[in-house]
């Protein structure tokens, strides 16, 4: 008996030891497997939230996280903070910081938190503020476990899962569990969580997913965005709470009717001046969307864009007659009041809700929730039944043009009880366009005189018309910048005209260059592309692994007449090229005719999304675009 004693007290220590051992194991960065080091900037050793829905406007969120930052590139990923207001109260939070033994060399508690406010100082007011750990690293790597317990009112926006944050870090051990217990309706959506060994166990009003030992993702060029193909889990419930407004959505349609008549509802009054002014201004117009021209291009001249955050103003909008009187609002409330105004002339609108930015994030049709959107923009119906798209905050923006910062992606079009999802503007390969004309006159000495014109428009026009509103000295630097390839370059004069009716944007440059080309006693060797010279190749992989996409095509048409010196011919020239693959076309001319030598180039580029295996393809045509762009011709003294 005094031996089995031995052996059970032993057992029973060993394992208290061990269980010790693998909780602190999670603080010591030696301990961190081999194969989650590589490609990685932190390790994401835990990370836990578990989530209470106790009522329609009760919901508790706990959460731990323990990071290994392995160097300087990797302090983002700690992610010490959480945000608070009078909806959203912070019961505890702390923070405590390890050695790369594991030794535990800070702690921070909620007192030592930095508070300040959680909007940038574009906001004008806001009551959202935030809790930063504030932590300065001497020394990698490093650990930070930070526990947080939270208490909301808000049921409309539930944490999504995604387990994975970003590329250079991978993850140890990430668990979400979700319990709704007052049984408001859960609703759940699963993408991209097939490329990972995750555990799930679901039911009715239960969520729990596990994922363990994921490795760092490096990006790759020309990938599909982040949120395409991370692993994401979106959840809502069907009755919710949201800064004190209840509602109940388990689709689109019945979601745009909660932001019509629980948020929009009321809002569109403006004063009696601006209604007389507005029917002035159109009164002798017939035509709805030149009415709508004329009160968009108002809203431009009178109010600007501030940020308006207070309680629910995070998703409604100021009242139009705020933004009447004030002369300002973000982009719910200038929405809202150019929508009042089209109201007061007769012409229908719409308040939409968007994913904005460069990168296109779709909303998903079969899954309504507030977590997706994060501006407003307005649909106008059209006679041919398509949208006229207009961004109410862009000052600068012509009517009808939303630019690739809304483009080519799923909206929610709020309407009175016909609510959906629409896709806003797409503007196709070919009419984003830009046009470059060039007279150039070479020198004896290789230097060169020319005069440029160019012309944009789509989405090549959003990359251009921004010039006519900079300072002189940022418009020189900026083509200096452009044609950094063409050396010695001085911008002699330049001028802009900006079309708004066509949307089209042109620039007249007046450019010398000295000694541009390489000049002998007897020779000038130099690159008939001298104005856009494409020398873009994608980086090389050896094993590609993501998809590839080109989330906007376009089109540059080129036509560059260039004099040489009367005592000079041409010794050497390239010939003609044309490529036509699935990613598009490429192709230049040179046409001879005495002393003068004019260049004609086109490249077309495709939209479109294509399989990892052709990826080298794409990099062989875009190798031969940039070895054509920098062909050379050679001339030769006949004197």
Known sequence: ???????????????????????????????????????????VRLSSIDILIESQDE???????????????????IQAYESYDKYNKIKSIEARVFNE??????????????????????????????????????????????TCEKETSNTAAIPTWRPYNGYYVSVQNNEYKLSDKANLGLRYKEKNLNRFNIEKKITEKTLNYKVKNVPALEPEELSPSYYNFAPTVMVAVEHFSFYGVEGSAKNWLEF????????????????????????????????????????????????????????????????????????????????NYTQSLLKIVGVESYYCIVESGRDIVDFEDDFASLEQGNHIILAIPNEDKEMVWLDCT??????????DFTDSRNVLVVKPNASEIVKTKIYPDSLNYQSTIANVKLTKDGSLISKISRKTKGLQYDNRFYLEKQKYDDIIEYYKEFWGYVNNLEILNYNFINDKNNIEFSEEVSVEAY???????????????????????????????????????????????????????????????FIETDFGNYSFEIIVNENVITYKRSLYVRKGEYPNTSYSDYRDFRKKVSAGDNSKIVLKSIK
């Not at 508690?109 to 690293?137: C, E, H, N, Q």
């Not at 002035?280 to 117009?285: E, K, P, R, V």
């Not at 873009?536 to 590839?548: D, E, I, L, Q, S």
């Open 59 to 77: 919901m508790l969120i706990t959460e731990k996280r323990i990071v290994t930052v392995l160097n300087e590139e990797g302090n983002w990923a």
């Open 256 to 335: 745009g009717n909660w932001v019509n008549n629980s948020l929009l509802e009321g809002r569109s009054v403006v004063s009696e001046v601006t209604k007389q002014e507005i029917l002035s201004l159109t009164n002798a117009i017939e035509d709805p969307l030149k009415k709508a021209k004329v009160i968009f291009e108002y809203v431009q001249e009178h109010t600007r864009y501030i940020s308006v955050q207070v309680g629910i103003g995070g998703v409604q909008p100021i009242s139009a007659l705020e933004v009447d009187e004030l002369k300002y609002g973000d982009c719910k409330g200038l929405t």
């Open 515 to 577: 000694k541009y080309s390489t000049s002998t006693s007897n020779r000038i060797l130099f690159k008939p592309n001298i104005f856009n010279r494409n020398n873009f190749v994608p980086k090389r992989y050896r094993n590609r692994k993501m998809a590839m996409e080109i989330s906007r095509g376009y089109l540059h048409e080129d036509s560059f007449i260039i004099k040489i010196p009367d005592d000079y011919e041409i010794e050497a020239i390239p010939e003609s090229t």
């Open 101 to 146: 033994e594991g030794e535990e060399i800070k702690k921070i508690k909620k007192r030592d938190f930095i508070d300040r406010s959680a909007v940038d100082g574009g906001t004008l007011y806001s009551d959202s503020r935030i809790l930063l750990m504030g932590y300065t690293p001497v020394s990698y790597p490093y650990t930070v476990e930070f």
């Open 394 to 403: 862009s000052q600068i923006h012509p009517f009808n043009f939303i630019g």
């Open 1 to 43: 008996m005094p031996l089995l004693k031995h052996l059970l007290l032993g057992l029973v220590l060993f394992i208290s030891f061990s269980s010790n051992s693998q909780s602190e194991d999670l603080f010591s960065a030696y301990s961190i497997p081999v194969e989650l080091k590589e490609k990685a900037n932190a390790v």
